[in-house]
């Protein structure tokens, strides 16, 4: 069982900035993929970025150049650095791991709003 804790969510102005953190009850090393999910009102979970446990990240077209996601593997942490904010970047933020199945986490609400 993997549990995952995610935080850092809030309320942005358009242009702000928040930073996402998600903490992992197992060694980080040990999962294969990490994560970060946005499931805006009415729509389907969709991805954000991830990165694996090589370090290599991918992004979604519309954060791309704006969101950074990052591991800190003595923490067990992984993070999304979200800059440039828009109103459409609002939606619950979760943290998924994928190692012999998947892991969410509960989630964290982002709202970009002025």
């Known amino acids: 069982q993997v549990q995952l804790v995610e935080s850092g969510g809030g309320l942005v102005q358009p242009g702000g900035s928040l930073r996402l953190s998600c903490a992992a009850s197992?060694?980080?090393?040990?999962?294969?993929?990490m994560g970060w999910y946005r499931q805006a009102p009415g729509n389907q979970r969709a991805l954000v970025a991830t990165i694996t446990v090589g370090g290599s990240a991918i992004y979604a077209d519309s954060v791309n150049g704006r969101f950074t996601i990052s591991r800190d593997n003595a923490k067990n942490t992984v993070y999304l650095q979200m800059n440039s904010l828009k109103s459409e970047d609002t939606g619950v933020y979760y943290c998924?791991?994928?190692?012999?199945?998947?892991?969410w986490g509960q989630g964290t609400q982002v709202t970009v709003s002025s």
């Open positions: 998924k791991a994928e190692v012999r199945g998947n892991y």
């Open positions: 197992v060694s980080i090393f040990s999962i294969n993929r």
